[in-house]
């Protein structure tokens, strides 16, 4: 394998004429020079230069070779140069809030190919956590609870949305299209501690006298939703949230409801109608 600093070395004798003022240009020494120019000779196995005193002249062999040092040189610097381009372009830093469903976040940037729009960096957090991380300008948009009052950010809602109960598609009560606080008073809960109704969710079971068993708590949704799926017990969930064996029913006089949308940050203008957010909208929205 021939390495590129000796076809640089090659290129340099080339342009500059001589080995002297094709060293001093590579901030090399002549003899180190002279002994990469050597080493590519034995690479190629023919000599690449007629030698005199006064000049260098290129032998047939590196008249051939010079062709495909200029283009290999030229693809180096290409490369480079998008490197160069790609490490100055900005970040699009996405805060996502906790109780936001991960699923449709990665169906969203599976369907718009972010690798080809740019850097992107989603960050999870609380709603305390991202409204701090806007304000700080650590993060450019939070997808995250549109709340009154908040008016120091610009907004757009993309999804309204109430909750219902999650169960495994097999639990006695799956087939129903609502069911009752009483009706869920022998049943085991699962926990989602991150849930912003969750002291509603609470005061709802307690002002109805049920004071269920719980059997786990958790701030992971994916775990939560497996074990939802897997029969260990049931939980209160936006109606967003989808996984394979977990089916929804709606809660009886649970009126909570919440406006999913995006805050953005400094740079709101620029950033509205960036693909991964339009998909994000898309995917929220259906």
């Given at each position: 394998?021939?390495?590129?600093?000796?076809?640089?070395y090659f290129l340099a004798v080339v342009d500059q004429g001589n080995f002297s003022r094709a060293a001093a240009h590579c901030l090399v020494s002549q003899p180190t020079l002279s002994v990469g120019i050597a080493k590519l000779e034995q690479a190629v196995g023919v000599p690449l230069f007629l030698?005199?005193?006064?000049?260098?002249e290129l032998t047939e062999a590196g008249a051939r070779l010079?062709?495909?040092?200029?283009?290999?040189?030229?693809?180096?610097?290409?490369?480079?140069?998008?490197?160069?381009?790609?490490?100055?372009?900005p970040v699009l830093r996405i805060g996502v809030?906790?109780?936001?469903?991960?699923?449709?976040?990665?169906?969203?940037?599976?369907?718009c190919s972010p690798a080809r729009e740019g850097r992107i960096e989603f960050i999870p957090g609380s709603e305390r956590e991202l409204l701090g991380r806007?304000?700080?300008?650590?993060?450019?948009?939070?997808?995250?609870?549109i709340r009154p009052g908040v008016d120091r950010f610009a907004t757009q809602t993309i999804i309204e949305e109430g909750y219902g109960i999650a169960m495994s598609d097999s639990h006695r009560l799956a087939g129903k299209g609502m069911v009752?606080?009483?009706?869920?008073?022998?049943?085991?809960?699962?926990?989602?501690?991150?849930?912003?109704?969750?002291?509603?969710?609470?005061?709802?079971?307690?002002?109805?006298?049920?004071?269920?068993?719980?059997?786990?708590?958790?701030?992971n949704d994916e775990r939560v939703m497996q074990m939802v799926a897997a029969g260990l017990g049931i939980t209160v969930m936006p109606n967003s949230y989808r996984w394979p064996g977990m089916v929804r029913v709606a809660l009886k006089d649970f009126?909570?409801?919440?406006?999913?949308?995006?805050?953005?940050?400094?740079?709101?203008?620029?950033?509205?109608?960036?693909?991964v957010l339009e998909a994000l909208a898309g995917v929220f929205g259906d």
């Amino acid at each position: 394998m021939i390495e590129r600093y000796l076809l640089r070395y090659f290129l340099a004798v080339v342009d500059q004429g001589n080995f002297s003022r094709a060293a001093a240009h590579c901030l090399v020494s002549q003899p180190t020079l002279s002994v990469g120019i050597a080493k590519l000779e034995q690479a190629v196995g023919v000599p690449l230069f007629l030698r005199s005193n006064q000049r260098v002249e290129l032998t047939e062999a590196g008249a051939r070779l010079l062709t495909h040092a200029r283009r290999i040189e030229r693809e180096f610097n290409l490369a480079e140069l998008a490197g160069e381009r790609a490490e100055q372009a900005p970040v699009l830093r996405i805060g996502v809030l906790l109780s936001v469903s991960g699923e449709m976040v990665a169906r969203a940037v599976a369907g718009c190919s972010p690798a080809r729009e740019g850097r992107i960096e989603f960050i999870p957090g609380s709603e305390r956590e991202l409204l701090g991380r806007l304000d700080a300008e650590r993060i450019d948009v939070a997808l995250t609870l549109i709340r009154p009052g908040v008016d120091r950010f610009a907004t757009q809602t993309i999804i309204e949305e109430g909750y219902g109960i999650a169960m495994s598609d097999s639990h006695r009560l799956a087939g129903k299209g609502m069911v009752t606080a009483e009706e869920l008073a022998a049943e085991t809960m699962i926990v989602r501690r991150h849930c912003e109704a969750l002291s509603a969710t609470s005061r709802y079971f307690v002002d109805r006298g049920v004071r269920p068993h719980f059997a786990f708590r958790s701030t992971n949704d994916e775990r939560v939703m497996q074990m939802v799926a897997a029969g260990l017990g049931i939980t209160v969930m936006p109606n967003s949230y989808r996984w394979p064996g977990m089916v929804r029913v709606a809660l009886k006089d649970f009126g909570e409801q919440r406006r999913v949308g995006f805050l953005y940050g400094a740079r709101a203008a620029a950033l509205r109608g960036t693909p991964v957010l339009e998909a994000l909208a898309g995917v929220f929205g259906d």
